[in-house]
């Protein structure tokens, strides 16, 4: 399954709340949810915890088959690091949480069409 783009905004907002219940930047954050252990419990749901400098992060994922995957997880937090660097590079200068978070779900943009290219398909001539 894939994951949707509302989906990925919610995870953002999620990174985002914690990140200032926390009182540590959104970046300092995105790297304690990329740096967190995935495990799979006695109920089959995978659990994604860390702690460091007193802070402790813990977020419950859907079960296997239930909606998303470990790997989908994983794929979504490098998608909002890269994010992130794109936001912070286009806005340049110090900008600040608010403005990149701004900016990264401004760049979290639906997919709407697709399209295949054949152009550079190769045939046989008979």
């Known amino acids: 399954m894939a994951i949707t783009t509302n989906w990925k905004r919610l995870f953002l907002r999620g990174v985002k709340w914690d990140a200032a219940s926390g ?58 690091h890269r994010l992130y660097e794109s936001a912070v590079s286009y806005l340049g200068g110090s900008p600040t949480d608010d403005q990149i978070f701004a900016e990264m779900l401004r760049l979290l943009e639906p997919v709407v069409e697709v399209e295949n290219d054949f152009s550079n398909l190769r045939g046989w001539a008979l």
Do not use: C
Request: charged letters at 15%; proline letters at 2%.
């Open 23 to 80: 009182s540590v930047t959104l970046i300092n954050q995105l790297k304690t949810v990329a740096q967190a252990r995935l495990t799979d419990t006695a109920k089959g749901r995978a659990l994604v915890s860390t702690s460091g400098n007193g802070r402790t992060v813990t977020f419950q994922i859907p079960a296997n088959g239930a909606g998303v995957t470990a790997l989908e997880i994983v794929d979504l937090i490098e998608e909002l």
